[in-house]
């Protein structure tokens, strides 16, 4: 059966991005030194990972701070980066991923799909002019 809730999804999407779940990680500690590009790991040096801040990345994002769930529809100009390249693999990862990925993460995304089919089946949106 088809995903008839893809802007849905759109919409969750951008809701995570926006405001995830856990914002900053908890605090990781290298055994040694690394360098990652321009920024130096230092060994037995606390730091965490900003997962909002990388969210809100005006070089991977346009208008990172508005609301706009077309930025997880591949057809639409959102989808890419401000200058039109491809946006960073972890540039959206509101659960984190690889070995630190949330444990929680493939349960919250099974409630959440049939959580909000639930909700649009027993309450009636009813949208009227204010004027």
Same mark, same amino acid.
């Given at each position: 059966?088809?995903?008839? $809730?893809?802007?849905?999804?759109?919409?969750?999407?951008?809701?995570? @991005?926006?405001?995830?779940?856990? =914002?900053?990680?908890? *605090?990781?500690?290298?055994?040694?030194?690394? /360098? &990652?590009?321009?920024?130096?790991?230092?060994?037995?040096? =606390? *730091?965490?990972?900003?997962?909002?801040?990388? /969210? @809100?990345?005006?070089?991977?994002?346009?208008? =990172?701070?508005?609301? !706009?769930?077309?930025?997880?529809?591949?057809?639409?100009?959102?989808?890419?980066?401000?200058?039109?390249?491809?946006?960073?693999? &972890?540039? *959206?990862?509101?659960? &984190?991923?690889?070995? @630190?990925?949330?444990?929680?993460?493939?349960?919250?995304?099974?409630?959440?799909?049939?959580? !909000?089919?639930?909700?649009?089946?027993? $309450?009636? *949106?009813?949208?009227?002019?204010?004027?």
């Amino acid at each position: 059966m088809a995903d008839h $809730f893809e802007y849905t999804k759109m919409c969750y999407n951008e809701s995570l @991005r926006l405001e995830p779940p856990v =914002p900053v990680s908890g *605090f990781q500690i290298m055994t040694k030194d690394v /360098q &990652l590009g321009e920024t130096l790991l230092k060994a037995n040096q =606390p *730091f965490y990972i900003g997962t909002e801040l990388i /969210q @809100r990345d005006p070089r991977q994002f346009e208008d =990172p701070l508005e609301y !706009i769930p077309e930025r997880f529809d591949s057809k639409s100009k959102y989808f890419r980066r401000p200058d039109g390249g491809a946006r960073h693999p &972890l540039a *959206f990862s509101p659960f &984190l991923g690889g070995k @630190r990925t949330c444990i929680a993460k493939s349960l919250v995304e099974m409630m959440t799909r049939y959580t !909000i089919p639930l909700i649009f089946y027993h $309450f009636d *949106f009813e949208f009227t002019n204010p004027e």
